[in-house]
């Protein structure tokens, strides 16, 4: 079922606004792994300062094991705490910000399509399957157009970015599945995340950030731990509510596309002829994919009132009040 027009445009700026923010992650992500910083030192930053700054959420709300349990609980954490950070940004220190973001967030949808039909009973519609077809194509035009030239460090960090596709679609099933808030979902995760990881980052990494220069972690520290895993996740969260789990996940598939147009007035990178093509096809299937409305839809004639109708109206065999 598609939502209708004033829910479906509050979840598309809610998708568009995360994936604004996460356009922007490969980038300095892979400034971060390339310099001073290495993937441990930026899920700390993540995580440090999100745990604690949500930490009275949970406080608050509790850890909702009503409704996840433990196994929930873990796989929440996962999809994009501490685990989804360490695999991304290990695959950034082996290939460019540009596979990243064609391989993570463009499998995406179709790994939430798959998952949400299996656990949640989710049908795609004939539009919706288009539309990841249109963003499969276009990711694959992306990506794989320069694959000749991949080295074995490449592959192996194009891997890694299908694995924490994969995470977060997890995420992305869970939290619907769960109707979680939002902000206690966010909260979750971050808190989670400062308790599971910060232990183990400290004991194998000691205060190494610390030689870092400050200007240089000020600028991760409120990017990573502010826009990234807060501001970002609870757009995202609220979404997957107005939208559902596949049609918030398409929105991800963007990332692409908005990568390669905004490398142009950064840093004079001009897409090439494959980069066009798949900024055309993901656009057009997220469109889709989303449950956007579309023209057959506007053009369905309304219901016919009960007054109207040529029979009898039963429900169950009965006539209806």
């Known amino acids: 079922m ?113 998952l949400a039909a299996w656990l949640l009973g989710e049908r795609l519609s004939a539009a919706r399957a288009a539309g990841l077809g249109l963003i499969l194509t276009g990711a694959l035009a992306m990506a794989g157009w320069h694959a000749s030239t991949a080295s074995a460090m490449r ?48 004991a194998c990494h000691g205060i190494g950030i610390a030689r870092v220069p400050f200007a240089d972690v000020a600028v991760q520290a409120v990017f990573q731990g502010v826009l990234v895993t807060i501001v970002s996740l609870v757009l995202y969260g609220r979404a997957i509510a107005l939208l559902g789990a596949s049609g918030a996940a398409a929105f991800g598939a963007l990332v692409p596309a908005l990568s390669a147009l905004l490398a142009i007035p950064l840093l004079g990178e001009w897409p090439d002829a494959a980069d066009w093509l798949g900024i055309a096809l993901i656009s057009a299937g997220v469109y889709l994919a989303s449950g956007a ?9 309304p219901a016919r009132s009960r007054a109207g109708r040529s029979g009898p109206c039963r429900r169950g065999g009965r006539p209806c009040p």
Do not use: E
């Open 2 to 114: 598609r939502p209708a027009r004033s829910t479906y445009l509050k979840g598309a700026l809610c998708g568009l606004a995360a994936v604004a923010i996460w356009t922007g992650w490969s980038a300095l992500t892979r400034l971060a792994v390339t310099t001073g910083l290495d993937a441990w030192d930026v899920a700390a930053l993540l995580f440090g300062i999100a745990g604690v700054l949500l930490a009275p959420v949970v406080a608050r709300r509790g850890l909702a094991r009503d409704r996840l349990g433990w196994s929930g609980l873990g796989v929440l954490i996962a999809g994009v705490g501490a685990p989804y950070v360490l695999v991304a940004a290990s695959g950034l220190q082996f290939a460019p910000a540009r596979d990243q973001g064609a391989l993570n967030p463009g499998a995406m949808p179709l790994f939430v399509a798959l």
């Open 293 to 301: 409305p579309t023209a057959s839809r506007n053009l369905t004639p």
């Open 155 to 202: 592959a192996l960090g194009d891997a890694l970015f299908l694995v924490a596709s994969f995470l977060t679609a997890c995420f992305t099933v869970v939290v619907r599945r769960a109707q979680l808030m939002p902000l206690h979902a966010t909260a979750l995760v971050s808190t989670g995340s400062l308790v599971v990881y910060l232990p183990v980052y400290l």
